[in-house]
């Protein structure tokens, strides 16, 4: 990372730290404490490997932050002392006494969600009069309101996906003939030479296989006028630095579509128009959902859409805002998530359409841009 941009990166993490003390503050949390997950390097610029040695940020509500790392992994540590002093633990030492010991008297924590329950039940032990929350009521509302960097990081990894989905749809990647655990090691080598640094999924579900949302591919060989779901993304890292994700799905048939597959294709398009429309600031997340899964209800395939339009998208794949029903917060310019309505027939076929979407002043953004019309792929 050039000098410039890091300078920029460490003053948007100073400014981030503020915004949790407030927030904190005004929740009346003492202290938060950030292991393994997204929190941490949201704040630091450092993301800790998922160890059995443990990784964890002491953030004091009324004093300076702690980093507190097994010594093997220090040098993997973009120190900034204005944001936090570094302590190194030796393989001697018991890192859950030195987390205990910067804690001190204070006794409402926050320790972020993804901590495993090892080093949790290990500080509730040490610290038996403190009370623990789920650090993300206070980080959760702060990291879904993306800065200009963090939005230029998630179109560069749309972008990057895009690029994937246009060879996917322009015929580039075969699928007839082979299986679909070979399609998705296809996706999965094209993700990475479009500058992802890591695959976090790339689905691939044929035939009655396509009804299933999270399929997990298989030896299942693609055959001809069959429907393909492929769902894929990864986190991409253009400048070095903690890496913003991307997801997006399309649709194939391997053949001309049969007439009621082509009807349910157009109902799910149109779905996904409504909630990429509906996505505007002030609405509330719940009524974007609302939005799309009228299209598809009215259609008569309400009970075929099994899951929620949408899910926030960041540093984590999946996180703050949720687009569901019961979830009535509004969405403000920053706010970035999935629309991908789908329609699941079980036993016979199955259709999603996802984009990543922006909230903006100006009206929803998407950041894929590849084609959303149904695809026929012959070979």
Not at 130 to 151: C, H, M, N, Q
Not at 200 to 227: K, L, M, Q, T, Y
Not at 256 to 269: G, I, K, M, S, T
Request: charge should be negative; aromatic fraction near 4%.
């Amino acid at each position: 990372m050039s000098e410039r941009p890091a300078a920029a990166a460490g003053a948007a993490r100073r400014a981030r730290v503020e915004a949790v003390r407030t927030a904190m503050g005004d929740a009346g949390i003492d202290a938060l404490l950030c292991s393994v997950g997204a929190d941490l390097p949201w704040l630091t610029g450092y993301e800790a490997m998922p160890l059995e040695r443990l990784t964890m940020l002491v953030l004091p509500v009324d004093a300076d932050a702690t980093l507190v790392v097994p010594r093997l992994e220090a040098p993997r540590v973009p120190v900034d002392e204005e944001l936090f002093s570094l302590r190194p633990w030796d393989e001697t030492e018991d890192p859950v006494s030195l987390v205990a010991e910067l804690v001190g008297a204070r006794r409402r924590l926050a320790i972020s969600d993804r901590t495993w329950a090892a080093p949790l039940l290990a500080l509730q032990a040490a610290l038996p009069a403190a009370g623990f929350v789920k650090a993300s009521g206070i980080t959760g509302p702060l990291r879904a309101v993306k800065d200009e960097a963090e939005l230029a990081a998630l179109a560069a990894a749309g972008a990057a996906a895009d690029r994937v989905a246009a060879a996917l749809l322009g015929g580039e990647i075969p699928l007839v003939g082979r299986s679909e655990a070979e399609v998705s090691q296809d996706l999965t080598r094209r993700l990475l030479a479009a500058g992802h640094h890591r695959v976090d999924f790339a689905i691939v579900g044929s035939g009655p296989n396509a009804a299933s949302p999270h399929h997990e591919p298989g030896a299942r060989v693609i055959g001809r006028n069959e429907v393909v779901v492929c769902d894929f993304g990864g986190t991409f890292s253009p400048d070095g630095g903690p890496g913003y994700c991307s997801d997006t799905t399309r649709t194939l048939v391997t053949g001309e579509p049969d007439p009621a597959f082509a009807e349910l294709y157009a109902v799910l398009l149109a779905a996904q128009e409504v909630g990429v429309a509906a996505a505007r600031v002030g609405v509330a997340c719940d009524q974007v959902d609302a939005a799309a899964r009228a299209v598809i209800a009215d259609a008569g395939y309400g009970p075929a859409f099994l899951h929620r339009l949408g899910h926030g998208i960041g540093l984590e794949g999946h996180e703050d805002p949720y687009l569901v029903e019961g979830n009535g917060t509004p969405l403000v310019p920053g706010h970035a998530f999935s629309i991908e309505p789908g329609i699941y027939l079980s036993g016979r076929y199955g259709a999603r359409i996802e984009d990543i979407v922006v909230a903006t002043g100006d009206g929803p953004v998407r950041l894929n841009n590849s084609s959303r019309e149904l695809h026929v792929v012959e070979a």
